[in-house]
């Protein structure tokens, strides 16, 4: 049963330290935060909801944040209205595309980031540079390219912070390594 696999390989990375997951489906969400409940999964580890699950309207991140997710990824196209609506429904972060994939539209809403925080705060910007999720996240694409891309992603971030600041400096940016952060623990 591919649920006891996820929850298996969850398991695993836990043992090993890691103390944040992507979820994709409402029920292992639901499940998983029933076992972090129950001490199972310890309390410090952290559910982020994919946007393969499709959310994009204050109901859905409402029964997201009812069912265990710290935090989401909205459709990638969502309007400043549709997160500012979001935002009145829940308290969680919400994690927001501002950069996505060739794949998906290859959209850059880096001009947009000032306001995407005004109206969505607490929030966290998600830069996904590249082709496609299928062509960066497999096993065969070399360290190199990787870590070629986590220089843009760093780079993006800092172009981010610069627009932020010249547009509206009243934005709070969160400084590096917010304790919110699902960092791994040895």
């Not at 649920?3 to 499940?31: A, K, Q």
């Not at 989401?72 to 308290?91: C, E, H, Q």
Request: glycine residues 6%; contains cysteine.
């Amino acid at each position: 049963d591919n649920l006891l696999y996820v929850i298996s390989d969850i398991m695993r990375c836990i043992e090993l330290g890691f103390r944040g997951f992507l979820i994709v489906d409402e029920g292992l969400l639901w499940l998983l935060n029933e076992m972090r409940k129950a001490g199972d999964i310890p309390k410090d580890v952290v559910f982020k909801v994919s946007i393969f699950a499709g959310h994009a309207n204050p109901a859905g991140a409402k029964v997201l944040e009812m069912l265990g997710a710290n935090t989401f990824n909205p459709l990638g196209d969502v309007t400043l209205p549709m997160l500012a609506s979001i935002r009145k429904a829940v308290d969680i972060p919400i994690d927001v595309h501002v950069y996505l994939f060739d794949a998906w539209g290859g959209f850059n809403r880096f001009w947009e980031t000032p306001e995407i925080a005004r109206v969505a705060a607490p929030c966290y910007f998600k830069i996904e540079p590249g082709p496609s999720v299928a062509a960066l996240y497999r096993p065969w694409v070399s360290p190199q390219h990787l870590a070629f891309l986590a220089r843009e992603k760093v780079k993006y971030a800092e172009i981010i912070i610069d627009i932020i600041e010249k547009v509206n400096p009243d934005i709070k940016v969160s400084k590096h390594g917010p304790s919110d952060l699902a960092i791994p623990k040895p």
